[in-house]
C-alpha cells in the first residue's frame, strides 16, 4: 500500500514493491489460479465497455439455466440498464417488460442451499456483523450456517431481481456497484459475479437516488449491446479467464497477510478482521497460446 | 427497494413507492437538511464531470487549511489521478512529485481526534466487526472509543496520502471508491467527502490492480482540470449544498427503518445490524433563490 508523495520515480517503485508486499506482490507470486469453465462466462458487451461474469450453477442451478438460455436466444441485445442507483445497484433488463407482460417463466428462489461438508470452504470469519461465518467457495464470498450456505452481496455479484414474491424473478437482473447491501442476503437469488470489467460497469449512467434510481428517459441509459456464452465465441476471440484459488494454501495465505497487516505503514495495527466483500479475488484473462498475460482485477 | 419484472409502468410505480418506503421516501418526507459553508466545499473538475467535496476541518483542521491554501494557489491543475485500483482507492495530486521534490510542508497526522461529550454523534452500532462503536458526526461516519473518535474509511471518503511516516502527507489524496477499507482508519488522515458527483469518481480511469494501479502512461490518466473553493465562485455560479442532518430525530428514524426492514419484500428478515458505510447520507443541490431543487446523491 503506497499514498503519494512520492520524491522519485525510484522510491515510487520500491515503495509499491515494499508496501504493497501483503498485497500485491504476495498476491501474484505463488498464486493457484483455477481456469473458469468457459460454459459460465458470459461476456456483456455494453456502450460502456465489455463486462465478462462468471455464473455459479453451483448456488443457482435453474436461475443459470434460464440465464443462459436468454443469453443464447439474444434476449438481452439492446436492452437497458433502467435502474441505476450510484453505490448500490445497476439494474437492467427487459425493458418492453414495463409496457407488457413477459412470458419468461419465473424463477424458483435460490436465495441459499445445503450445507454440505465436501463444499471447498475457506473461513474468513467464524461470527461476522452479519451473525453468520463468513468465507469464500469457488472464488465467491459467501457466509453459512451449520445447516446452510449463500453468496453474499458483495460488490460485483450479479444477482436475479424480483418482485414482491420469492420465486418472481424471470429476466431482469442488478450487479452491485457499492458497499455490500449485506441485508438483500437470502433474499434474492445471487446467480454469478464479475470477473473482468468492474470498471466498465462503474461508468453504467445512474437515475436520481430520490427517484428510487430509474433513468427515465431511453436515450439516457446505458444499453446491452448483445449478451454471449463464452463457449460460443468463435475460435479467433477465444479468451481464458483465471480466479484467484479460495480453496488454496497461497490465498489463506494472502488472508492471513491482509488479516495481519505488517510492515512500516501501518503504525496503529488494524483490528485482525476481514470484511468478506473487502477481500480482492483477482482475475486474470490470456489469449490460449499467448504468453501475454493480462491481471484484469 | 423493487427488482424488475416489472409488469407495467403503473405496477412500476407503485411498486417503486412501496417497497421504498423504508428508504427513498422516508428519506424525504421530513428529513431535515444541514447547508454546507460555502469555505468547507470544493468543486473538483475532472475530465469526467463534476466532482464536490465538503471539507472536515473539525476532524482535520491543518490538513483542511493547506488543502484550501493548495486549492486556492491553483496547485491541481491538471494534475492527475495517477494511481487508481478499481474496487479501493483513486490517488490524485502532483504529478511532478516523482520527478521533483515537493517543497510543500509535511502535515502532522490527524488521523483522530479526542472525544468530547459535547459533539454530535449520533450512534449506529455499539461495537462493530471493526471492535468500536460506529455512529455519524455531522454526515460523516464515524468510529469511537470512550477517549477518540475518527473519521471512518467508507466509499466517497477524501484523505491524505502519505508515505511511511505519519507525517508524510502534503498533497496528494485519495477518494475511496470500493467497499470500504476499514484497515486504514485511524492511520490515514480523511478529511473529506464526496457529496456530489460520486458517479464521475467513479469513471476514474483505472489502472492494473497487479501494478498496484499505477496509470503509467500520462495520456491514460484522469485529470484534474482545475479545483475551486465553492466560496469563491462568481455570484452567478453560486449553488447551495445541502446534506442529511444526521443529528436530526428524521435521520434516527431512516436508521430505525433500515435497521428494522419491514414491507412485504422481506420474506427473511434481515440481522438487525447496520453497516455505518452502508447508509447513504444524501446530499441536495439547489441555485440560490430557485425552487428546483436537484438531489445528487
Not at 66 to 80: A, I, T
Not at 96 to 105: G, K, R
Not at 128 to 141: L, N, R, W
Not at 249 to 261: K, M, P, S
Amino acid at each position: 500500500m503506497s499514498f503519494g508523495g512520492f520524491r522519485n520515480f525510484l522510491a515510487l517503485m520500491v515503495l509499491i514493491w515494499i508496501q504493497s508486499s501483503a498485497t500485491t506482490a504476495d498476491a501474484q507470486e505463488g498464486m493457484v489460479w483455477r481456469k473458469l469453465d468457459l460454459n459460465s462466462l458470459v461476456y456483456m458487451e455494453l456502450n460502456e465497455g465489455t463486462v465478462v461474469v462468471e455464473l455459479n450453477p453451483a448456488f443457482a442451478p435453474k436461475t443459470v439455466k434460464q440465464f443462459k438460455r436468454l443469453v443464447e436466444e439474444d434476449f438481452y441485445r439492446g436492452l437497458s440498464f433502467y435502474r441505476v442507483i450510484d453505490g448500490f445497484v445497476a439494474q437492467g433488463g427487459d425493458e418492453s417488460d414495463i409496457n407488457q407482460p413477459n412470458p419468461e417463466p419465473a424463477l424458483p428462489a435460490e436465495f441459499q442451499r445445503e450445507w454440505d461438508d465436501k463444499l471447498p470452504w475457506t473461513r474468513v470469519e467464524k461470527k461476522d456483523m452479519f451473525k453468520a461465518e463468513t468465507g469464500f467457495i469457488h472464488g465467491f464470498a459467501a457466509a453459512r450456517t451449520k445447516s446452510h450456505v449463500w453468496l453474499t452481496h458483495c460488490p460485483g455479484v450479479l444477482a436475479m431481481a424480483r418482485n414482491d414474491e420469492p420465486d418472481s424473478g424471470s429476466t431482469d437482473f442488478y450487479i452491485v456497484i457499492g458497499q455490500a447491501p449485506r441485508y438483500l442476503d437470502r433474499n434474492l437469488t445471487i446467480f454469478g459475479r464479475v470477473v473482468h470489467g468492474m470498471d466498465v460497469v462503474q461508468r453504467i449512467r445512474r437515475g436520481r437516488t430520490d427517484e428510487n434510481g430509474i433513468v427515465f428517459k431511453d436515450t439516457d441509459r446505458s444499453r446491452i449491446l448483445s449478451m454471449q456464452l463464452a463457449a460460443d465465441r468463435d475460435a479467433a476471440d477465444q479468451e481464458l479467464f483465471y480466479v484467484m484459488d479460495t480453496s488454496s494454501i497461497a490465498f489463506g495465505e494472502l488472508l492471513a497477510a491482509r488479516r495481519n497487516r505488517s510492515g512500516g505503514f501501518f503504525h496503529r495495527k488494524p483490528p485482525r478482521v476481514l470484511d468478506v466483500c473487502q477481500v480482492p479475488v483477482w482475475s486474470r484473462v490470456e489469449k490460449p497460446n499467448s504468453l501475454n498475460r493480462r491481471s484484469v482485477q
